[in-house]
């Protein structure tokens, strides 16, 4: 399976845009770039996704390099609501769609 | 709110004994996954099942463990003679389309 590889942890300051980085860089063809993140003592949530195309949605943006090689997650104010630890996995198109989650970004907002 | 259920939230059990943990999804997820975290790790993939047929268990899923879901509706995840490495969080998600709707988790103890 292809990796990914994230920062251990990142700060922000509520209000502010946060950039939470991915690297990719053996991702496949038919891999998707998704991203969950887990709030404290509970399941992980789905954030966003997506192949080859910038995604937007409610809850954050998806900037994909034009490689494919990296990725990244952009929330564009920081509430504390968003402290989490924000998981950045490739989703062959093929694999029965489980989820093979890595160690993750801990994100910490400060009020 | 994922409209997964899981029950129960928390298990405290003794070393050698089995538990049974259940997974209620919403109607519309055919397919459904299930997951162990422990502590400081990603969630890690265990079994998932399209409907009532299970399609793929991990190597991590040993003997011990059995899983079922009859009917395709609700799923049960059966440990026997726990140990105390089974101490984990294991957590159920539902799917559709592209995301996975995951369970609040049940947190077991093994003593």
């Known amino acids: 399976d292809a990796k990914t590889t994230q920062p251990n942890s990142m700060e922000s300051n509520e209000e502010e845009p946060v950039h939470l980085p991915c690297n990719h860089s053996?991702?496949?063809?038919?891999?998707?770039i998704h991203w969950y993140r887990q709030l404290p003592s509970q399941g992980p949530e789905y954030v966003i996704h997506?192949?080859?195309s910038n995604v937007n949605n409610r809850m954050a943006s998806l900037a994909i390099a034009e490689d494919r090689k990296s990725s990244t997650l952009i929330l564009h104010r920081a509430t504390l609501r968003d402290a989490a630890v924000y998981y950045c996995?490739?989703?062959?198109?093929?694999?029965?769609?489980?989820?093979?989650f890595g160690g993750g970004t801990r994100l910490m907002v400060k009020p | 709110d994922t409209g997964v259920s899981q029950d129960p939230r928390h298990k405290i059990t003794k070393r050698g004994q089995n538990v049974t943990f259940r997974c209620d999804p919403i109607?519309?997820?055919?397919?459904l996954y299930w997951y162990r975290q422990t502590l400081g790790q990603g969630p890690e993939f265990l079994t998932y099942?399209?409907?009532?047929?299970?399609?793929?268990k991990s190597r991590l899923l040993s003997d011990r463990f059995s899983a079922e879901r009859p009917k395709g509706s609700f799923s049960t995840l059966e440990i026997q003679r726990t140990e105390q490495g089974d101490s984990a969080m294991y957590l159920c998600?539902?799917?559709?389309?592209?995301?996975?709707?995951f369970g609040p988790g049940t947190r077991l103890t093994v003593l």
């Open positions: 996995i490739l989703r062959p198109d093929w694999a029965g769609n489980m989820l093979t």
């Open positions: 053996t991702i496949s063809g038919t891999d998707y």
């Open positions: 998600a539902g799917k559709t389309y592209n995301e996975q709707f």
């Open positions: 099942f399209q409907n009532e047929a299970q399609l793929e």
């Open positions: 997506g192949l080859t």
């Open positions: 109607s519309e997820h055919n397919r």
